[in-house]
């Protein structure tokens, strides 16, 4: 089964929260209330976000957090991979050559390579904007196929 983590699935549900209102600054004890996730989940979340560039990080009195940009700009295979990594569904991964020890001579190779990048780019159509609005009928197609 290809499941992403707690982290991941909880930084989805902050990133939402926060394109329901994207003028807003939002800061941790506020949005864990919100969401009813653990303060030191969100706070833990929301600093990796923002070091990856999704988030900015607003300082003093009326500080907080903030999308670094309009949630339609920002996609699931963003947040997916500030949070776990590069996506693939194996150690093949085009990401990050030599992390198998099998890829010289691996027969698989590349067809590995092909599903990763079909799930990359599945996740990569889905927006911030979207996860943040009821469920629309909208299937993705993975590799142009239905």
């Known amino acids: 089964m290809i499941r992403i983590t707690r982290l991941t699935d909880y930084g989805i549900v902050l990133l ?8 807003r ?7 864990a209330a919100e969401t009813r996730l653990p303060q030191p ?6 600093k990796m976000l923002a070091r990856s560039g999704l ?10 957090y903030s999308l670094a940009r309009p949630a339609e700009q920002i996609d699931m295979a ?5 949070l776990e990594g590069p996506i ?8 990050l050559p030599g992390s198998c020890l099998q890829e010289a001579s691996c027969p698989v190779r590349g067809n590995w390579l092909r599903i990763n990048r079909a799930i ?5 159509e889905i927006t911030l904007a979207e996860m943040s609005r009821p469920a629309s009928l909208r299937l993705v197609s993975l590799g142009g196929r239905r």
């Open 41 to 46: 989940m969100v706070s833990k979340i929301l």
């Open 88 to 95: 693939a569904v194996t150690e093949c991964n085009e990401d």
């Open 120 to 124: 990359r780019d599945a996740l990569a």
């Open 25 to 31: 600054r939002f800061n941790a004890p506020d949005l």
């Open 55 to 64: 988030l900015l990080s607003h300082r003093g009195v009326h500080g907080g």
């Open 78 to 82: 963003q947040i997916i991979t500030a």
């Open 16 to 23: 939402s929260q926060m394109a329901m209102e994207p003028e």
